[in-house]
């Protein structure tokens, strides 16, 4: 298993997780930062912009995500 790392950026700036998770590969890393987007894009305090980066243990970025938040106007459901 490896340790990855978030960290959260938002308008007020970038905050770290300096502790890292233990996940089974970078694609279980990504689901979790799709996870926490998705999580934080249902919070009352959501702030357009927002995204979840992802560090391995060498400190690479393997990815980004963003909060992208549909709102019923914006809705094109089939």
Do not use: P
């Amino acid at each position: 298993m490896r340790r990855y790392f978030y960290q959260m950026h938002g308008e007020r700036g970038t905050n770290e997780d300096s502790a890292g998770i233990a996940l089974s590969s970078h694609s279980t890393a990504m689901l979790l930062a799709a996870t926490m987007c998705a999580e934080i894009g249902l919070s009352d305090g959501f702030c357009r912009g927002f995204a979840v980066s992802v560090r391995d243990e060498s400190g690479a970025e393997i990815g980004r995500v963003s909060v992208v938040i549909a709102t019923s106007s914006e809705r094109h459901d089939a």
